[in-house]
């Protein structure tokens, strides 16, 4: 029953205790140097002016709300099949993190478009795709905690992870078809190697790979707390037993 | 220093100001939750005798 | 199996919960629409086609938690646990009685719904023939997202929270077909990936239920 023995999560916690001050340090450094760079660094854009700038968050934001149920995805198949509770906290520890990713996209989505189309919100296709991700996270990180066992939450969320996955997907396509899309070719096909001039793409990069690390560094931290709420939770089922 | 973001300096502004607030703000929320359960756990385990030697 | 389904069919329609709400339901939004939108036939009926889907899919919804909540309460899942009809089996045969009872209902009283609401005339059998096609797959979806919350004891919203997103791909390709349907367009295509969808949800998601039903009966 206790956990803390167990092989898995302490061999977890003592690696991510000494990688942490590492990541951290490398996603500082990332995040500072690419958005420095790019937001002070680079020219306007012919048809966007300034707002080019945005893409240094927007594009790195929605490329990690993707990573994030992806990385979900995958630890609830491990944990499925190998039933390592860390995976399944890890899944359990993502997920608030990939809503705020989505979170991030959307709102630079909705305030970058408010000086191109005019509208503070649009029925774009990508922006409502990741609104309906927003939705599969919710819908996940509320499964989480709506369910008392944990080995029942972490089977169920890890099965509807799965499901959301494939309606995810279908969701995505399914919205191109409902709506051509506001920009046919405009706006934010940036993210398109051949639409970006080396110019924005250098610093570009350089903020995604500080956005993928800043996801490393916190879904460390996270899975941390989540390891020791177990253990904590274990110790007191313990405690009431004796 | 700062660049003449021109008209759209709202937009931007808006958009760093937001999106930094809410990684900062997430950030910051973790590292809070962390640290409280660590010394709920440390607690629990000292009143259990368990060390984590 | 066909035990099972003839004995959900006679829990549900003498229940009396099961039968009718679903479509007085589907009914009472065919009417609180024009209240709200205003009764200008132009405006009813370009939005008719997502009204009537949307409605369905409300409907649908309503009646989920019926699907298994019932019988985990006094047992009977239990039951149907060890016995020698496989969940899988027991999960699709529950889903087909919910479509039975609550979906089919819908897809006949469409095109009278479709009248209150103004659906251009050439959208009449592209209504029936989405709503057939789609409906199975909302029972499904929503076995599945009642397998998912059977255990929890107001799990109702929060079934509610994961069953329409999954819900809305078959909505966006049912609307699409009435909407195209009524316009004298092509309907090939969203008909074709409406049946898709429903197909795949069919052969796959008993499993995924089926799965999250066992994982709550531990």
């Not at chain 1, 990508?126 to 927003?134: D, G, S, V």
């Not at chain 1, 066992?149 to 995505?172: C, E, K, M, Y």
């Not at chain 2, 973001?5 to 962390?34: D, E, N, P, R, T």
Request: hydrophobic residues 60%; contains cysteine; aromatic residues 10%.
């Amino acid at each position: 029953m206790s956990i803390w023995e167990y092989a898995n999560p302490k061999k977890f916690m003592q690696t991510s205790g000494l990688l942490l001050p590492w990541v951290t340090g490398l996603a500082v450094t990332a995040m500072l140097v690419g958005l420095i760079w790019g937001f002070f660094f680079t020219p306007d854009a012919d048809r966007f002016g300034s707002t080019v700038k945005i893409i240094y968050l927007h594009v790195p934001a929605a490329m990690m709300s993707i990573s994030a149920w992806t990385m979900m995805l995958v630890t609830s198949l491990i944990w499925l099949i190998r039933r390592h509770h860390v995976s399944a906290l890890a899944a359990k520890a993502a997920a608030p993190i990939g809503l705020m990713f989505t979170v991030i996209g959307l709102v630079t989505g909705a305030i970058w478009g408010q000086p191109m189309w005019g509208t503070w919100w649009a029925w774009d296709p990508r922006l409502t795709a990741f609104l309906i991700l927003a939705l599969f996270y919710l819908g996940y990180i509320a499964l989480w905690a709506a369910v008392e066992n944990p080995d029942t939450a972490a089977d169920l969320t890890s099965v509807l992870a799965i499901v959301g996955s494939v309606f995810a997907f279908l969701s995505r396509y399914a919205v191109l078809f409902w709506n051509q899309g506001l920009h046919q070719g405009a706006s934010l096909s940036l993210d398109e190697k051949e639409n970006v001039s080396d110019v924005y793409w250098l610093p570009l990069v350089v903020c995604i790979a500080g956005f993928v690390l800043l996801f490393v560094t916190l879904v460390l931290i996270r899975t941390r707390t989540e390891i020791r709420s177990r253990r904590m939770q274990a110790l007191i089922a313990r405690e009431r037993l004796a | 220093m700062i660049p003449d973001l021109g008209k759209y300096a709202g937009a931007v502004a808006w958009s760093y100001v937001a999106s930094l607030g809410l990684i900062l703000g997430f950030v910051a929320l973790s590292l809070w939750q962390a640290r409280r359960m660590k010394q709920a756990l440390d607690e629990v385990e000292k009143r259990q005798g368990k060390s984590d030697a | 199996m066909i035990a099972l389904l003839i004995r959900d069919l006679r829990l549900a329609v003498r229940a009396g919960g099961g039968f009718g709400l679903g479509l007085a339901f589907f009914l009472l939004v065919a009417v609180i629409v024009p209240l709200g939108v205003g009764p200008e036939p132009a405006t009813l009926a370009k939005i008719a086609p997502g009204i009537l889907w949307v409605g369905g899919l409300l409907a649908c919804l309503l009646s989920l938690d019926r699907i298994f909540a019932l019988d985990f309460e006094d047992g009977s899942l239990d039951l149907l646990a060890t016995s020698p009809l496989p969940m899988e089996g027991a999960v699709a045969i529950k889903a087909v009685a919910h479509w039975l009872v609550t979906g089919l209902p819908l897809v006949m009283a469409a095109p009278v719904l479709g009248v209150l609401l103004n659906l251009p005339l050439p959208g009449y059998p592209w209504l029936v023939v989405s709503l057939a096609l789609g409906t199975p797959a909302l029972s499904i979806i929503g076995a599945f997202g009642a397998a998912l919350t059977v255990g929890l004891k107001r799990g109702g919203l929060l079934m509610s929270l994961l069953v329409l997103p999954l819900y809305m791909p078959t909505l966006i390709f049912g609307a699409e077909v009435v909407k195209r349907g009524a316009a004298g367009m092509a309907v090939a295509t969203p008909l074709a990936l409406l049946a898709a969808i429903t197909a795949g949800a069919l052969a796959l998601l008993p499993f995924a239920a089926a799965a999250a039903i066992r994982v709550n009966l531990r």
